[in-house]
Nanobody, 120 residues
């Protein structure tokens, strides 16, 4: 089991920046990657980016160049630095951990979500 707690959401202006953080606890040594998703009402949860244990990254095209995922493994934290924010970035943002189970199983864990609202 892995527990995830996000912080740092809130209100920001268009063109501004905001940083979200997520702290993982529990079975953290089995985490394969940590990342971020977001969701708006009536839409599916959208992957934004993640950092893998080997240091590799993945970013969705919609946020590439504006959002950065970074991981502090010593503190079991993952951050989402968001720059050049747009009103369409308004959503509930979720921290995600992909955890290795057994030889090849993967399990997703989620934080409770934090609201980000961007004003125009």
């Amino acid at each position: 089991q892995v527990q995830l707690v996000e912080s740092g959401g809130g209100l920001a202006q268009s063109g501004g920046s905001l940083t979200l953080s997520c702290t993982a606890s529990g079975n953290t040594f089995s985490i394969d990657s940590l990342g971020w998703f977001r969701q708006t009402p009536g839409s599916e949860r959208e992957v934004l980016g993640r950092e893998y244990t080997d240091g590799g990254h993945y970013y969705a095209d919609s946020v590439k160049g504006r959002f950065t995922v970074s991981r502090d493994s010593a503190k079991n934290k993952v951050y989402l630095q968001m720059n050049s924010l747009k009103p369409e970035d308004t959503a509930v943002y979720y921290c995600n951990a992909v955890v290795l189970v057994g030889d090849s199983g993967l399990v997703n864990y989620w934080g409770q979500g934090t609201q980000v609202t961007i004003s125009s």
